[in-house]
Every structure is written in C-alpha cells, then in structure tokens.
C-alpha cells in the first residue's frame, strides 16, 4: 500500500491546478485510509454485513484517531446541496457499502460524478470515494493494493477510488477442512 500512495503522489504532482496543501491534506487522508484497508483485510475487521451509516462511524472513529487528522474531520458537512460524508480540511470523503456480487475497482464510477461535485463545490481538485465491499467471499480476500486507483474526470477532478474489503471468511473456512485431527 506504501508503494500505491507513492505511486498517487507522483500522478497527482503532475496534474496542473492541484495546489501542494491540498495535495498534502489528499496524502494524509489517503495514508489513514490505506491503513485502514490492509487492517481490513489482515484483522478481518468489517465481519457480515453493514450500513453506510456504522461504516462512516468506523472510518470517523479511524481517521480521528490519527493524530494528522483528529479533530480536523469533518462529518456531514454541505456541498453542492447535499452532504457529504466525511471531508478533512474541505477534501470531500464520499463513503459507500456494496452488498451485492464482488464490487471491482471500475464499477466505482457509477459514484464519482457524485464525489467530484462535492469537490467542485468545495473548491477541490481532488476527493475520495471510500467503498465497503461486503458481498459474500467464496475465496480469499485481494490485495488491497489492487483496489484502490485514480480516476481522472473530463472537468479535470482527481477521484481516488478506494474499495476496503470486508465480510471475509473465516481463514478456517478456506481450508477446507479441519487442520488440527
């Protein structure tokens, strides 16, 4: 994940109109986020299923927890006539849970004409749409650094797609079978 937001920091350094504070508020956002992906996937932390408002709640209580961002975040606030979910320091945080089959990194962008609004109404070039996938898994989880990509949009908005992985399977479950006789 260390080597993706490298890779996110040098495609958007070359995007014209990105200013470097809001570039640095984008990485420290991205960092927590990309965090909290791989905690998803090694410590299973979003078991079943859940609701858009318990998983903004869990990504509230861990972004604040990071002390580059704490109190800083900001929930709800209003943009382009609606609200968004999250935003730190004006950069828009769109959050969402898919439910059904496997969610894929492309299908994200039935969602970000919606975050790249709240972004134009903030003044932001660029924002997150943060996607809990709890479709039911037959297999093991992905890597997460294969779920998270920059979509680039015709007005020239950045949109980073991040899909966080949850209602995994039980690593016994995977076996197929008992280990221990």
Avoid: W
């Amino acid at each position: 994940m260390d080597r993706r937001l490298i890779e996110f920091r040098e495609a958007l350094r070359r995007v014209p109109g990105i200013a470097q504070p809001e570039l640095l508020d984008l990485l420290t956002i991205l960092a927590a986020l990309f965090n909290l992906a791989g905690s998803a996937v090694q410590d299973a932390l979003f078991p079943g299923t859940r609701s858009e408002a318990e998983f903004q709640q869990d990504v509230r209580a861990a972004l604040r927890r990071g002390p580059s961002i704490g109190v800083e975040l900001d929930e709800h606030a209003n943009a382009a006539g609606g609200a968004t979910d999250l935003s730190f320091r004006g950069t828009p945080i769109e959050l969402k849970v898919e439910t059904s089959a496997f969610y894929a990194l492309e299908d994200g962008r039935r969602f970000t004409n919606q975050t790249a609004s709240y972004a134009v109404a903030k003044g932001r070039k660029t924002a997150v749409l943060c996607v809990l996938d709890c479709s039911p898994k037959n297999g093991p989880p992905h890597d997460p650094a294969q779920l998270v990509g920059l979509q680039s949009l015709q007005n020239g908005d950045q949109i980073c797609v991040l899909i966080i992985q949850g209602n995994l399977r039980k690593l016994s479950a995977l076996s197929g079978g008992s280990v221990c006789q």
